[in-house]
């Protein structure tokens, strides 16, 4: 049974700080890895997919990267900004069309 | 997530009532999932449905929850005799072709049970 976890479960760093949010999963047979942001009494909204055969995946100032051999995702937010202060979520899933696996999320807070 | 519509956003329902829980996918998505948020818990997995058929509902309490995705009209997630327990916020996402795995999720209904 997969497991995904994300630590540390909250984050406080100053504005211009790059952000580094690590998320690791126990089955390295994955099909897709995302990461999602969740703002407080909000939907999900996608920011990154990460295919198995991938190893990283770039868009702005974010950047994800994927070792499924170690079992690890790392979500990368260079330059911080206030707007950024959300929860992040990393989620698995092992076949095409199969249900996603959550971690617990980590809370960002990117203090003026 | 622009696309994905649930309501109600906010349910309140008494102990034993019936709660009835919308999403209309966005267009052309035939695939339908259901994830619940416990407070201070990550999202669950509940069911995955694709039209008239249920894929997985593996996530799914056996007693008292129940979902479907019509023909025609959005897809229902329907708890019967609701508990406090009950109490959650409940996404759901679609997805289109399964080639492309990227989930839009709605804003989510969150139900209260009082």
């Known amino acids: 049974k997969q497991e995904v976890t994300q630590i540390p479960a909250a984050l406080s760093v100053p504005e211009g700080e790059n952000l580094v949010l690590n998320c690791s999963f126990t089955?390295?047979?994955?099909?897709?890895l995302q990461w999602f942001r969740q703002d407080p009494g909000k939907g999900l909204t996608s920011l990154l997919l990460?295919?198995?055969?991938?190893r990283e995946q770039t868009s702005g100032r974010l950047n994800a990267s994927l070792d499924k051999s170690s079992g690890r995702s790392t979500l990368y937010i260079a330059a911080s900004q206030p707007g950024d202060s959300a929860t992040y979520l990393c989620?698995?899933?092992?076949?095409?069309?199969?249900?996603?696996?959550f971690g617990g999320g980590t809370r960002v807070l990117v203090k003026p | 997530n622009a696309g994905v519509m649930q309501n109600p956003r906010h349910l309140v329902r008494r102990r034993g009532q019936e709660a009835r829980l919308r999403c209309s996918p966005m267009?052309?998505?035939?695939?339908v999932y259901w994830y619940r948020q416990l407070p201070e818990e990550g999202l669950k997995f509940m069911v995955y449905?694709?039209?008239?058929?249920?894929?997985?509902e593996s996530g799914m309490p056996k007693e008292r929850f129940s979902a479907e995705f019509p023909k025609e009209g959005p897809s229902i997630l329907r708890i019967q005799q609701v508990v406090r327990g009950d109490s959650a916020a409940y996404f759901c996402?679609?997805?289109?072709?399964?080639?492309?795995?990227?989930?839009?999720f709605g804003s989510g209904t969150q139900l209260s049970v009082l």
């Open positions: 996402a679609s997805a289109g072709a399964l080639a492309n795995e990227k989930l839009f």
């Open positions: 449905l694709q039209k008239e058929n249920i894929i997985d």
């Open positions: 267009k052309g998505h035939s695939h």
């Open positions: 989620a698995a899933t092992k076949a095409a069309g199969n249900k996603l696996t």
């Open positions: 089955d390295s047979a994955i099909y897709n």
């Open positions: 990460i295919q198995s055969s991938q």
